[in-house]
């Protein structure tokens, strides 16, 4: 089994910050990409950023010059830095990552159970 845990969500005024963090846990044998998405109430799930094994990063254009993923393989951790928060940032943040799991020949994607940021004007 794996489990991605999410922390690091909560209220912020306009023009505050915010770091996501999401762990991944249980039998993995190595990790793909990992990634951010968000989703708001009535709206569909968007990626906000992802990040390969090996560094190389994308944005959505939204979160571009503001939020800065990273991960640490050794950790099995990924990262959301998330700096100038507008309110149309508020959304359910959903971590992501493609798994190989120790049982598998293949990647999975498996998700996190989503942390809420609220960004107040």
């Known amino acids: 089994q794996v489990q991605l845990v999410e922390s690091g969500g909560g209220l912020v005024q306009s023009g505050g910050s915010l770091r996501l963090s999401c762990a991944a846990s249980g039998s993995i044998f190595s990790i793909s990409a990992m990634g951010w998405y968000r989703q708001a109430p009535g709206n569909q799930r968007d990626l906000v950023g992802s990040?390969?094994?090996?560094?190389?990063?994308n944005y959505a254009a939204s979160a571009k010059g503001r939020f800065t993923i990273s991960r640490d393989n050794a950790k099995n951790t990924v990262y959301l830095q998330m700096n100038s928060l507008k309110p149309e940032d508020t959304a359910v943040y959903v971590c992501?990552?493609?798994?190989?799991?120790?049982?598998?020949?293949?990647?999975?994607?498996?998700w996190g159970q989503g942390t809420q940021v609220t960004v107040s004007s």
């Open positions: 990040i390969s094994s090996g560094g190389s990063t």
């Open positions: 992501n990552a493609v798994v190989r799991a120790k049982w598998s020949m293949g990647f999975s994607n498996y």
